[in-house]
Every structure is written in C-alpha cells, then in structure tokens.
C-alpha cells in the first residue's frame, strides 16, 4: 500500500525558510494519473491547503501563500518538497504531504509538526 | 475562493444512533465535495469522495449525499470508534478549501 513520509527540520526561526520532503513508497510518483500536495493544520485548528505538484512539474498554490511557496518533484528519488520563505509564528502547524487525484486526497503522511520559534 | 461551512459545530452522541453533518458551500461546487475522518494525532482519513461515492475500505454505516451547495455525511449506527472530527473539502475551484470541521463524541 502507498505510503508516504515527511521529513525536516521541527523548528524553523522566524524570517526563515522551511523545508520539508516527502517520500513516497510502494508506488511511483510518476503517474500521470495523480498529484502530489501539501496541506497544513495549525495547532487545535483545521486544514488548510498549501499546494500541489504533477509528476512532470506542473504546480498549484494557495494564493494566500503563492508569493512564499515553492514545491519541486524529484522522480529519481520518488520525492517531492515544499519550501516556505520567511515563516512568522502564524507558520506552526502540522505539515502533511499527500497524493491527490487532482480532487480528492486519498493517501496521506503522518504528518510532522514545524514550530517556528526563535 | 468558496467557502464551506459545517454543522453542528459538536455533537455528543450515544452508540448505535444515526449522526449527520451538513455542509454547505459558498457558491455551487456540483458534486466536487469530499469528505474526511480525523481521530486525534492522526492524519485524515478520506471516507467519501464525489459527495456520495464511499472510498475503498471504508465501513458501509458512512455515506454521503448532497449536490451543489448543500451536502450531508451520515454515520448509520454509530460506533465508539468513529469518535473524531469530520472535514469536508471542495475542489470544484483554487483554491481548494475545507471546511473547519464537526466534532464528533461518545456519550
């Protein structure tokens, strides 16, 4: 069954970037059949949707974000990553990366907490 | 961007009873809603894609309805397991939203 793993740093300073990788295992990121996307939940909150990416590079973002995130694939690692430029506290969250159909997510990582803290 | 908003905000329910969640939408998303479990410490679960189609695994008590702006996700005879919040999200357009989600609790 596909599953998938992030990875990065827990604490980020604030002005930062952070960064975070998902691999993914048991199924290849190179279907054309899906995408790959990030999602986040504050603390006691709920989800927000950051973005997504195609196996050939093809990107989405959350306006609301678009003008601090970046998200890449990489094939020949079966991974993708998420970088987020110049973090305040309003950044903490759980980090879940996740494969999409381009509608539903249907497969989804543990997910890992960021704390942006000096 | 399309709003989604949910309700009850928390239900408190006993074993064995029937609970529904509604959620609305801001503007028509057609059938473009998709609904999701979240126990706490874990990540979310898809339950229903396409506001009535059940994703594989998932036990038969769930089922979704709706279209268009008002959808509703039914639990038949609940179980203690299904304590947990319930999201439902759109991605009939960019962004993709959720909804800020149901609580459900056992008496």
């Known amino acids: 069954q596909l599953q998938l793993q992030e990875s990065g740093p827990g604490l980020v300073k604030p002005s930062e970037t952070l960064s975070l990788t998902c691999t993914v295992s048991?199924?290849?990121?190179?279907?054309?059949?899906?995408?790959w996307g990030w999602i986040r939940q504050p603390p006691g909150r709920g989800l927000e949707w950051i973005g997504s990416i195609s196996y050939s590079g093809s990107t989405s973002y959350n306006p609301s974000l678009k003008s601090r995130v970046t998200i890449s694939v990489d094939t020949s690692k079966n991974q993708f990553s998420l970088k987020l430029s110049s973090v305040t506290a309003a950044d903490t969250a759980v980090y879940y990366c996740?494969?999409?159909?381009?509608?539903?997510?249907?497969?989804w990582g543990q997910g890992t907490l960021v704390t942006v803290s000096s | 961007e399309i709003v989604l908003t949910q309700s009850p905000d928390f239900q408190s329910v006993t074993p064995k009873e029937k609970v529904t969640i509604t959620c609305r939408a801001s503007q028509s998303i057609g059938r473009s809603l998709h609904w999701y479990q979240q126990k706490p410490d874990q990540s979310p679960k898809l339950l229903i894609k396409?506001?009535?189609q059940s994703f594989s695994g998932v036990p038969s008590r769930f089922s979704g309805s709706g279209s268009g702006t008002d959808f509703t996700l039914t639990i038949n005879s609940l179980e203690a397991e299904d304590a947990a919040t319930y999201y439902c999200h759109q991605s009939s357009s960019l962004p993709f939203t959720f909804g800020p989600g149901t609580k459900v609790d056992i008496k």
């Open positions: 996740a494969r999409t159909t381009g509608d539903c997510y249907d497969y």
């Open positions: 048991d199924g290849s990121i190179s279907s054309s059949s899906y995408y």
């Open positions: 396409y506001a009535s």
